[in-house]
């Protein structure tokens, strides 16, 4: 195994490997098939990591987690059960439920899906990084204030694909919400009041639809 | 007699949940996200047969694999399987790559057995394949009968038969079942993923043959049971003897994939009903053929509560003639729990679909025909309210009389929860410092309906303090023992048991301070007086403060696109009755919840079983579907306050009648009804004559 800086990685390798494949690729139009496979088993040889553990550098919310990781732990993997990082929640771990969302450079991403190896580099937001100096943001404290939460087991997730919609929209309607945290599930059913604080978050404010009626 | 204070200054307002800033950062620790020092990570291997006997299991490979601690078979060999993903051995090792490797690594010979049965509709046959040998997958039907239904069915103005079905249903709670468990000579502890701490507690001490007080639960958070974790499971047991063998705390997790299979569901039901009324819209004569399955536990005890498919019948009606046949059916699948108001959504399902169904033949309003039939007063005020709420005689029109291809339709649907009802046993404490902070402890969980919350309302009001500078402590079996979450019980039990601590606390501070009333202004000069021991004030579950059942009614308005058969739900109105509301806030979050898990089992959600492999063929969210965010309806809700009634747990009731309202409403639409679910697409077209009715159909 080659022994790589891990910082080079973020750098190097999955897209520098895949622009690296392209000129290979247009080298080989002209050349031998056989060629092309030698150089590109070569080219891979020489950006090939593990299968044992091999350091490797995060930066979550602002700060260095250095960790030895083999190359197939996921980033989720990496931050729940390499660091003491569990607001991001393992719901799923086939990226169809959302718990794991977090911001790679401000994108919302399902973490399950990610290498950590490959989010070397990017700028890693977990819920633990959103309040600052324990000051909530508007989209946790609309959270509180609306009950978007019940079992709770979903919501670091919905708050960061809401966050992340609000840096990109500071202003989105309903349908826009919807769509923020269309790849999110909650099981307790908290999907009216999650509408209601991204909106309230957002400055739109919302009302709910009850009415207490004393029996007579 | 005790009663609740009048004029409230937070019961029956909205209170933010007190733990909401812990879980909106992610401080809280589920037990999940527990990582007790040199913790391992434990996985489960399953059966891939549906049926099969094994011989034996060699573990020597798995425990080569670098990093891996621990591996135990479940049982001793031969071990008999009887569904897909029954467990056969776990494992444990420093991370979840090198559990994965072992798993793969562990040698399992097998001798399948190819004679197993998935389908209900088979397993109900003479000839059909025994789950367990020698005893038939059904028993004899139990019946029940009142009056003379043969004699009464000719006396009706108007007969309706229809065969009505409801699916196997999966919790999938969001944070899957398990445990983080730790056991050393000291005993046990595990950090449970549960509903019931104490009933927890219990079943590893007697599995483990422990002393109770050997093994301690603590369960700080979890993310939802829904009735499918009020015990360890097997998950538990393994976790425990893993750690064991380790010498390290194991941390086992099931994945999504293992929640289909192995820990719980909600029954089917195969509902045949024959139902009529007088001319004038009496009810008269009812009966009902019903089976369902409950997994390998049907017409067994299947630990979780819900053992049997039997539906209560003709649910919330009163027919002077009724015959009731019900059994359950064995089937090679994972067994069933109990799942939010067990019995009742397919109990509501069949009957009211039956009611409109009965209510169109005989060209009546089904809104009127049920105040005709329906004696319980709190339901027909609720569906009074509901009515004028929803504008039900401005939007009804006869079913199948709305114009155009995308038709709207309006149905209703009435639940009551007459289980339940408070844990008489429930005890807990208090602890008032000098220094006047105070800390209740009660041996209940948080399972998300805001347990922790009620406590710090009801200690606030009695006390005249704010509900934060009430300090709650629940989740672990040292503190005085509480009733599992289920049954929608909690609230009415630990409401009252809150109110008997303060009562008693203020007493004894009065005694000891000398201050009359040491509430509010008074609090802190009267803890002073406390010197330098704190008060810690026992208190346990008083009656006259809390009560059951609950009733509820709920109106439903769809769009049915009757090219594609696609049901959309614009709207839901939810009338509900919860006695003396504690905390507004998380009601209505309760009620949101059982309506959207409703609209989930009307539209959604199935357990889908291949009927050649015996696999579970939708074992995960992208074809085990739940509601999205873009899903949901406008949902509007009505709470009837009823203080005088005491406390009563809405949990259940909320999510009973929704199904049979969307149900309605789709057969309102389009005139035809779709008596399976979930309402599918392909099920709509078929019921309006445009495709064949599904050949993989259950039925």
Redo the contacts between chains.
Sequence with gaps: MKNTEPEKFGAHSRRAFLKSLGTVAATAATAQVQSVAAELEKANAEKTVGPGAVPVTLTVNGEKLKLML?P??TLL?AL??YS???????????A??G?CTVLLDDLPVYSCQHLAIEAQGRDIT???G??KDGN?TPV?QA???K?A????????GF?MSVTALLKKNPRPTADE???A??G????????????QAALQAAGVAVA????????A | MPSWPANTKYI?QST??I???E????????S??I?ADGWL?GMILRSKWPAAKILSVNLDKALQIPGIKAAVTVKDFPQTIRFYGEEIAAVAGA???ACLDALRAIEVQAEPRHEFVVREGDAIKDNSPQVWEGTPNAPAPRVRETGAVDTAFPECAAVIEGFYSTPVQLH?????HGNTISWTDDGVTAWASTQGISSVRDGLAGALKLDHSQVRVITN????G?GSKLGGGVEGLLAARLSKEAKAPVRL?L??FDEALAVGNRPSSFQKIKIGALADGTLHAFELENYGTAGIGAGADAGGGGGGADIPAPYIYKVPNTRVKQTAVAVNAGSSRAFRAPSHPPASFGMESAMDDLAAKLGMDPLEFRLKNDSNE?RQ?EYN?GAEKFGWNEKYRKPGSSPGVVKTGIGCAGAGWPAGGPSRRTQGEAQINPDGSVEFRLGVQD????TKTVIAVVAAEMLGLKPEQITVKVGDTNFPPGPASGGSTTCASISPTVYDICDKALQQLQTQSGIADARGDNWFAACKKLGVTPLVVPGNWIDGLSNRPAYGVQFAEVEVDTETGLVTVKKVLGVH?CGL?ID???T???I??????GMGYALYEERVMDDLSGVVLNP???TYK?????D?P?????????PERGVIGIGEPATVPTAAAIGNAVFNAIGARVPSLPITPAKVLAALGKVPPPTVSQT
């Design positions: 083999e197939r732990v993997d729940r059960n003491s990082l569990t607001g991001a929640k393992e719901g799923c771990d086939r169809t439920c718990a977990t819920v633990e959103l309040a909530l946790q959270f509180i204030q009950d939460l019940q079992c709770g087991y979903c919501t670091p708050v919400v919807k769509h945290c269309a999110n599930l909650c099981r307790c059913g908290t999907h009216p009041r999650i509408l709910g639809k009850t009415e207490v009626i004393d029996y | 029956s933010q949940r733990d909401a800033p879980k909106v950062t992610g401080r809280a620790r589920y999940s996200d990582q990570y991370s979840k790559q999938n709670p969001m944070e899957t958070y979890m993310g939802g829904f997790m994945t999504r709190i005020r309210i399972i998300g309906t805001g009755d509301i507004k806030l998380t209505e979050s309760q949101n919840g059982g309506i959207i898990m995960n969210f992208e739940l509601s999205g965010i873009g949901v406008e949902i509007e809700i009505v709470l009837l306050n009823m």
